[in-house]
């Protein structure tokens, strides 16, 4: 088994992100939205592995960019009006009441647009996050991390991950063999021609995966009395988790009862999950290790998420979009919160594969 402490935990990232995610889902300020996109696409640059499904970062900014003009015409044809300066007045059309009474059209104010585009940019953001996280940490390596207790599920998800790529691949491969022959490729007579290969080559493939699992023992369990005790202990600790969250969004009195729950009930999942691990007998050719490089990436991540909330309740308004006719303002702890993200990227070490 090869330990590669070189290479940074992909949970590290996703945690990174989680974490950025949870200050970010707050921010309508278009400022410290274009910041942390900004601060993102430094550390993908500077710490992208290569990968074979290119560079989700790039798409996600794409699809962000989408999102942000779909969102300035929806907003022009269905926002409420707002005072500001009118830019344009649209032909208006209203709506029966039993349409809420909806109008298309109207005039479009400076305000309305500016609206559109922080929310806009704030969902950019949002997807941005996601593609970086894939870029730098891709779903598959995420997966291959997962402890033994949660093999199967990794199995199942990577299974599905894989699946849509490599049927495009085989569509694409038939499709070209096709053109070559001089044979049809659109219409009814082109889907007839393919649609049962692929298929065939599927169901092929399902069973070499499951020849190959059954030769490698896939399923095999050992101390059949510990994965009993696994499943009593994985199933209070959900009960407790359950009860001490709903205790705490309720505000339900004591608190300190609600919170003690909480956290034995995360102790005594993790606890499960080691009991469930053992037994387990699985070997894997590479094994992702949590070094401390790892830790400072994912805490790092919570540091921004973190100081943005703070930076919120320190200085209202700082995180909602601006006022009508001011411009954009960011407080030094906000934007040292967002600067923890390229903190990050200069710990982490470089990738190379």
Sequence with gaps: ????????????????????????????????????????????????????????????LKVGVVLIALRLLLAVAFGARTSGVVLVRLPEIVLPDWLAGVCLGGPVTSTLLVQAFCLGLSLATVLAIFGACSTLAPPERLLQSLPRAMYEVGLSLAIALAFLPELVASAQALKAARRLRGRPTNGIAGLRGTFVPILEGALERSITLAASMDARGFGRTSREGKRLIAQVVALCGLGAIICGGAGLLAGASPTLLWAVLLVVGTVGLVVALHLRSAVLLRTAFEEQVFTLRSLMVGMLGAFGGIGLLVAGHLHPGVLDVPAPGAWPLATPLSLAALFGIVVAGLVAPKVTS
């Design 1 to 60: 088994m090869n330990k590669v402490p070189l290479t940074l935990h992909p949970g590290a990232w996703w945690f990174f992100g989680l974490g950025i995610l949870i200050g970010t889902s707050q921010v309508a300020n278009p400022l410290l939205n274009l910041v942390t996109i900004a601060a993102l696409s430094f550390v993908v640059a500077l710490r992208r592995p290569l990968g074979r499904f290119g560079n989700p970062f790039v798409t996600s």
